[in-house]
């Protein structure tokens, strides 16, 4: 059973930074995709970052986030993170990891993905 476990939200100023953690657990993850979401109330879950979890390959980031957020993996402790700098209110949303074993539907999508863990508030105050 595939467990994601999100941990690092909270509340910060705008200007600020968090680093989101998600723990991967019950299955190797080696040719997976694994994929930071974001969703705000009243909106749709949206696209913030996606990585491969082994092997090549750029990270994939939505523009709204490119340059300000860095994802990136720990395989060694099965760990997803976030690094999020330079926050803005409107990057306040709860915050979701999810897992890709693979999908003929695109990364950036949430179809794509089979597994999800089970979010992280964060909140950015302007």
């Known amino acids: 059973q595939v467990q994601l476990v999100e941990s690092g939200g909270g509340l910060v100023q705008a200007g600020g930074s968090l680093r989101l953690s998600c723990a991967a657990s019950?299955?190797?993850?080696?040719?997976?995709?694994m994929g930071w979401f974001r969703q705000a109330p009243g909106k749709e879950r949206e696209f913030v970052a996606a990585?491969?979890?082994?092997?090549?390959?750029?990270?994939a980031y939505a523009d709204s986030v490119k340059g300000r957020f860095t994802i990136s993996r720990d395989n060694a402790k099965n760990t997803l993170y976030l690094q999020m700098d330079s926050l803005k209110a409107e990057d306040t949303a709860e915050y979701y990891c999810?897992?890709?074993?693979?999908?003929?539907?695109?990364?950036?999508?949430?179809?794509?993905?089979?597994?999800w863990g089970q979010g992280t508030q964060v909140t950015v105050s302007s």
């Open positions: 999810a897992a890709s074993a693979g999908s003929t539907y695109s990364t950036r999508s949430p179809l794509a993905y089979g597994y």
């Open positions: 019950g299955r190797t993850f080696s040719n997976y995709v």
């Open positions: 990585i491969n979890w082994i092997g090549g390959g750029r990270p």
